[in-house]
């Protein structure tokens, strides 16, 4: 079995790092998208977790490495800043949007080169971008199994992680009018 309260820690410590992170983005698009993609992945990367455990990916709590907790905010945000500079209105900021991102998440420039690929990727072929970043999430999650059920869990994952963004979004926009 795994402690919940562990894993709601973990993830509460590393989302208020790339707060303080999110609070200094003078762009005020990128702003607003990084706190609200910090403050949903919360939610989402204890679901993620949970499933890896409830899915005997790690045998126990423990062998969790602690880098997946900050990995879990890189790899959502990513995902979700990928799809969304797909639409109209985050287009026309593109270079800040990805700059903001890569200064909230302390992207290497070894990193932001192999993310770059991706959100090219992501403009040019959606499906294709999907299945790659899955299993670059896959080979980086230290799990004992890599198979296609670990990447259609990590597919599923963030796609519905981003479901859930807009959602909330759309839910937050509904109750401000």
Do not use: P
């Not at 973990?10 to 003078?26: C, D, M, P, V, W």
């Not at 890569?102 to 040019?124: D, R, T």
């Not at 296609?148 to 597919?155: E, G, K």
């Not at 859930?164 to 759309?170: A, G, P, T, Y």
Request: aromatic letters at 16%.
């Amino acid at each position: 079995m795994y402690n919940k309260r562990i894993i709601e820690d973990n993830l509460i410590e590393e989302s208020l790092i790339f707060f303080k992170e999110a609070e200094k983005i003078k762009n005020k698009e990128a702003h607003v998208l990084y706190i609200q993609i910090i403050a949903s992945t919360i939610a989402d990367g204890f679901d993620f977790i949970t499933l890896l455990l409830k899915n005997k990916y790690f045998k126990k709590q423990s062998q969790i490495d602690e880098s997946l907790y900050k990995n879990i905010f890189k790899w959502n945000a990513f995902y979700i800043t990928s799809i969304m500079l797909r639409e109209k209105y985050y287009r026309d900021n593109k270079e800040e949007i990805r700059a903001s991102f890569f200064k909230v998440f302390k992207i290497s420039k070894k990193g932001q080169k192999k993310l770059l690929n991706f959100f090219e990727l992501c403009e040019s072929d959606y499906q294709k971008f999907v299945l790659d970043f899955s299993k670059y999430i896959i080979k980086n999650i230290k799990i004992k199994e890599k198979n296609a059920i670990s990447l259609a869990l990590s597919c599923n994952f963030f796609y519905n992680s981003y479901i859930r963004f807009i959602n909330e979004c759309s839910d937050y926009l509904k109750k401000a009018a």
